[in-house]
């Protein structure tokens, strides 16, 4: 993310600022309000218009006619996605940004909240370069993020269905005693042959295993198209180089990339840290420095990935099979950069804990630390791709 607008270059060109117009758009799914701050005279027009394909083209003829030949443009990110910022960065002399709602500046004594009143405040936040953007994916980076993202809805739900079908046996009396792990080839075996006397209770376990199934299957579909995914020139090589390091394996390093889809945005291991909200939460005044818990802002997907992979590097700091199969092939400072980040996160957890941390603030701290390596991975093998380039 980065600041919308340089108020140095507005200062230094001021006739090149008064010529652009500044719009703020409140979007919804079934309509859009407008702002827009005329340039040169200031004056305001506010409109509302549907969120329609031909009424966003006539809200785009509104702003041409308005506007001038410059206009910047933004929104909030949103469940309405990036569709609309694409179609009006397609026209000509038009900016549109999409911002961060977090980031927006707030007033703590403001009580009225409408949407003319936001439309006008981002434009006229906007025009003040008071704004943090986001980087929109393009169409391609968008696809691919949300295979992974339908994949980990998949999970939650099959998450949900082994609740109700494991805890619907335990109320009947039937556990399973055969293995030690449940929900593998054995389990399931069990599962089929369980029968009921009364045909209700029958018909409410044929459902939640049928559900259990269907489930299992829609994951096993979306992790093989990820796989797939992942053989494509665009995340090949760093699907495979983050794949060095331990607790990471396909499935995880696509949600990474295409989570982050640019690590060039991130100037430092410390920007990627806060954007994944494993940062420290600070409130400190009068020299009385006070911090707390993480802050949890930004990609909870990432955060909780990183930390379910971190759990991985506690255990022990032993390079397995697995491991070293998917490192073979791979460039000597990956190899290295993977094995210096897997020994110092095992004894970062167990100094943490050895201190009388809980693990699970140990392990918090270990991903912190894990995204810090990743960064590292990421933009070295930027670095080399562009060095290749060079060379060639």
Known sequence: ??????????????????????????VHKKFIQAALIQAGTGDVFEWRTPNTSSKVAALIRKVCKLGGPRVELCYEAGPTGYDLSRKLNDQEGFRCRVIAPSLIPRKSGERIKTDRRDAKKLATYLEAGLLTEVQPPTPEEEGRRELCRAREAAKQVE????????????????????????????????????????AHLQIVFDS???????ATDVVRELEQAIEAAAKDDAVREPVELLQCFK???????????????????????????????????????????????????????????????????????KTGFAVRKRRDG??????????????RLHRRYWRLVHGGKHSNKAVTAVAREFAGFIWAMLLNQRLHMLETEVTV
């Open 1 to 26: 993310m980065s600041p919308v607008g340089d108020r140095a270059a507005y200062d230094e060109e001021p006739v090149m600022r008064e010529s652009i117009s500044y719009v703020g758009l409140d």
């Open 159 to 198: 998450k949900k269905a082994k609740q109700r079908l494991g805890k619907f046996l335990l109320r009947q009396g039937h556990i399973y005693r055969e293995g030690k792990k449940a929900w593998i080839g054995m389990h399931m075996r069990w599962l089929e042959r369980q029968k009921f006397d009364n």
């Open 208 to 214: 939640f295993l049928r559900a259990l199934t269907q």
């Open 247 to 317: 607790g990471i394996r396909v499935v995880s390093a696509m949600c990474i990339v295409t989570e982050l889809y640019d690590i060039e945005r991130f100037q430092s291991p410390r920007s990627l840290m806060s954007f994944l909200g494993l940062t420290a939460s600070e409130h400190s005044s009068g020299g009385a420095p006070k911090r707390g818990g993480i802050t949890k802002a930004g990609n909870a997907r990432l955060r909780r990935l990183l930390i379910e992979s971190s759990w991985t590097c506690t255990r022990s700091n």
């Open 330 to 343: 791979q460039p000597g400072w990956a190899v290295d950069l993977a094995e210096r980040a897997q020994h």
